[in-house]
């Protein structure tokens, strides 16, 4: 059950829809939500800071700079959490803040140890500027939390038809369950779609998920999709990117294989997050 959500701002866009995401579930599950804000230890004692703050005509010393610095991100943190607690407000969720200083990625999973679920923005504030990677650090709280993620994308979108990645794994099984449970409480149908060696395979392992839905009410209103083929992202993609089926929320368990696996395979996960437009639940 969702009882205290994450939502780590830059004060970006993106940041702000993964809010909305988040404001909408604390909501249904009369959660609260917890603003973080994390002034990047990497900015303010990065050598660029230290070359530009030594660098300009003598004129400005690196402590007086790096204070500079110090304080414009101290004004971020507030305008951002400021944004994230005015839509709380609006939406009568409870809102806490926090900022922390640190490597982002590592700061926000330590946030999170005692929450439930933690919601963020496929992009942050340089959203402009992507190409073929990920926001690194979404990558990383996705690969080392043991937290639900949920990826946003940078357009609300309310969620009226899930999409459930399901292979067998023990992670799998964690977003299965988160699945139901969101699925349950916004009255959600649900699609689940197995991609495996064989299509019998696929089709013995969507039995188990289906009687799993069982206990949650939920495998009367279920559809299922088998696939066979070794290209388990690209199964998952065909169908979670089919204009006709209009799936808003993608849920599934993340880096289900070992690391040497994932290099010389490459990971679904990655591939699923950087090639869909919608909402991705990850759970690990």
Known sequence: MIKQILVPTDGSENSLTAADYAINLARLFNAGIRGLFVKDVKI???PLIHDIGTSIGGMVPYGTFNQTIREILESQADAALNQVEGKCTQAKVTFARE???????REIIKSADDCDLIAMGKMGAHAEWRDVFLGTNVEFVVRQTHKPVLITPSEYKPFRKMLIAYDGSSFADKALRSGAEIAQAMKLPITVVCVAEKKDEALQILSKAKAFLEDYKLAADTDTIAKGGSDHAGGILEVCNDEDSKFDILVMGAYGHSRLQEM?????????????????????
Request: charged share 15%; glycine share 10%.
């Open 44 to 46: 303010l004692t990065g």
């Open 264 to 284: 010389i395979l490459g990971s679904t996960t990655v591939r699923v997050m950087r090639s869909t437009n919608c909402s991705i639940l990850l759970c690990r």
């Open 99 to 105: 900022i922390r200083e640190g490597i982002v990625s």
